[in-house]
């Protein structure tokens, strides 16, 4: 009874500051009583939840309250809570998340031998850098599958796409996994190209379009074993097979540049959708997010997202990140996936990366140069359209 008393107790000193801050941000209908006194309805809160660096609040507006409000006064919840918040919510019902003083985690550079025990935890890891408490944060894209990465230039996005990447061929086998990687920007994957674990790099439409037919082709094929078998995921085939599936990982940097190419986003929507049981995920990255690109199919099925610094509360809603815009530190970012976690990316120089990737390199196959290939270095000047 007396821990109810003091739950309840709790629960009553974190409803005030957002009571205060509803009033303060006018957050509310008005109505007059019997005696002509003037009152607020304000929005339902459902709940609130306090995790270790972070407070959560589930609320409802009444209807008539116009949520764009939430935008425009940003700065009284703010100065009620601290800079450190983010709204999740369209129309109704809303989460705002508190998170906590912000330890200041010094940034630090890439050292898979600091986390190589832990990435043999998993089956395809994840290496997504150093919690604000100081903990390895590492999750198993086999269990959360299709990753996407977004923030703008200088935020640490390319970097945190090269060091994950990275892991990933340093703990596989080349025959555990398959990378595809497509570099619309043609400024980040040359680094692994003639890498083992690399089946190819593409940074031009018709290349993609040739790789990503080739990869829904396998998914097919995947699809069709695993009903001969009678079987669900992949991981029960290979358990019952010498000639074991790898895991195919298709990487697109600057997906954003194909929103008008309809049938490679048709695939990838696919892939998003029926990957995770085949063994075959995704890593998309954007510099800024196009809700044209991640339609609500696509966007539900990536399942983490890791926003690094956006340009505005809008585009940190588009990945699903809101409070990403209010990031300041380099390589900071929040990935949200169970839960909303800000980490501190590692960072890999590009030169350390290439030490790195050295022992994996492959002499490279000959090049097989078709008459599609010939036509677009004649007419596009080699500009990947």
């Known amino acids: 009874m007396i821990q109810y008393l003091r739950n309840l107790h709790r629960q009553y000193q974190l409803k005030q500051p957002l009571v205060k801050a509803f009033e303060l941000a006018g957050v509310y209908l008005k109505y007059k009583n019997g005696a002509g006194k003037e009152l607020h309805i304000l929005p339902i809160i ?58 200041d985690v010094e940034p630090f550079d890439y050292d898979y031998d600091s986390v190589s025990r832990l990435c043999k935890k998993v089956l395809l890891p994840i290496y997504c850098g150093t919690s604000i408490e100081g903990t390895p944060i590492i999750y198993d894209m086999v269990t959360s599958p299709h990753l996407l990465i977004a923030g703008e230039t200088g935020s640490g996005k390319s970097t945190q796409l090269r060091s994950i990447l990275t892991t990933l061929i340093l703990h596989n086998d080349p025959s555990q996994l398959r990378l595809y990687l497509a570099d619309m920007k043609r400024s980040e994957f040359h680094l692994f190209r003639n890498v083992a674990h690399v089946e190819e790099v593409c940074n031009r439409v018709h290349q993609l379009s040739k790789m990503i037919f080739s990869v829904r082709a396998e998914i097919e094929r995947r699809g069709d074993l695993l009903d001969e078998a009678e079987l669900s995921h992949i991981d029960d085939y290979n358990r019952t097979r010498k000639d074991k599936l790898p895991y195919l990982v298709l990487c697109i940097d600057e997906v954003a540049f194909l929103k008008k190419e309809e ?60 409070g990403a815009e209010s990031l300041t530190e380099k390589g900071r970012f929040l990935m949200k996936s169970v839960e909303l976690t800000e980490i501190q990316a590692p960072y890999l120089d590009l030169e350390k990366a290439k030490v790195l990737l050295a022992p994996y390199k492959v002499t490279p196959k000959p090049k097989q140069v078709d008459n599609e290939d010939i036509l677009f270095e004649a007419f596009d000047g080699g500009s990947g359209r």
């Open 46 to 103: 459902h709940s609130i939840k306090e995790h270790t660096d972070y407070t959560t609040y589930t609320f409802t507006l009444p209807d008539g309250i116009n949520p764009q409000l939430f935008d425009k006064h940003l700065y009284v919840f703010q100065q009620v809570f601290g800079e450190h918040i983010s709204f999740d919510g369209t129309v109704k019902q809303f989460t705002l998340t508190v998170r906590a003083k912000v330890i």
């Open 263 to 322: 049938a490679i986003m048709e695939v990838i929507e696919d892939i998003s959708a029926v990957g995770r049981a085949l063994g075959v995920f995704l890593i998309l990255s954007m510099q800024r997010p196009d809700a044209d690109v991640l339609d609500g199919k696509l966007k539900n099925n990536l399942t983490v997202r890791m926003g690094f610094k956006c340009a505005d509360l809008i585009n940190s809603k588009i990945i699903g990140v809101p």
